[in-house]
């Protein structure tokens, strides 16, 4: 199934941002509250606060590519390269929710593989559904085939009401999800439950 573009008005853009903008925010909050005043960050709590702050900063970069339609020119990377590169990107996410973060190549290492736009794709859509994961380990398994790209999230959750074809009126649509599901219409990235597992398969541009 592909995953639809929703209708976006620019309250709703707003509100998304100011959502996600407040669970910064508590985050940071969350931070100080457990910070001795007479003594400097321990490391974990550095690790923390600089995870929050990168998420801070993947907001801000999503909302401009909403608003503005600024998005990363499409490129390509040998596998090693680009898988140290996304692992670069859910390494905040691992410190934040304590949560091992695992990316295999099953087929297709020789493989040119589509970045920075897929790898900002993957590591979003992980975020999703990582804490769900935590505290067990994230697996990611990527396969090039024959057309297209396969990444798989095996033992993963149901797929998140907000990345549904038709999510509920109720379904929590923050900034993530919003930015996922416009960037999945420029990817042609269609997404589905299969046998325990999320797989989202990207074909190959034509």
Do not use: K, Y
Request: charged share 20%; with cysteine.
């Amino acid at each position: 199934m592909m995953i639809a573009d929703p209708h976006q008005t620019s309250e709703r853009l707003w509100r998304t941002v100011l959502h996600d903008v407040n669970n910064l925010l508590a985050g940071l909050q969350g931070v100080l509250d457990l910070s001795d005043p007479a003594q400097p960050l321990s490391p974990r709590n550095r690790l923390r606060l600089e995870a929050t702050l990168h998420e801070g900063r993947n907001v801000v970069v999503m909302a401009r590519a909403l608003a503005l339609e600024r998005v990363p020119d499409t490129g390509s990377l040998p596998w090693p390269e680009w898988r140290q590169s996304l692992l670069q990107r859910l390494e905040p996410l691992s410190v934040l929710f304590s949560c091992p973060v695992e990316v295999a190549c099953v087929a297709g290492e020789g493989a040119s593989w589509p970045a920075p736009l897929l790898q900002d794709w993957a590591a979003a859509f992980s975020r999703q559904i990582l804490p769900w994961v935590a505290p067990g380990t994230l697996r990611l398994e990527a396969e090039a085939g024959d057309g297209g790209f396969c990444l798989r999230w095996p033992s993963a959750p149901p797929l998140p009401p907000a990345l549904r074809p038709d999510p509920p009126e109720d379904a929590s649509l923050n900034l993530t999800s919003l930015w996922l599901r416009a960037m999945a219409v420029r990817l042609a990235v269609e997404v589905r439950e299969e046998d325990g597992a999320l797989v989202a398969w990207i074909p190959c541009a034509s």
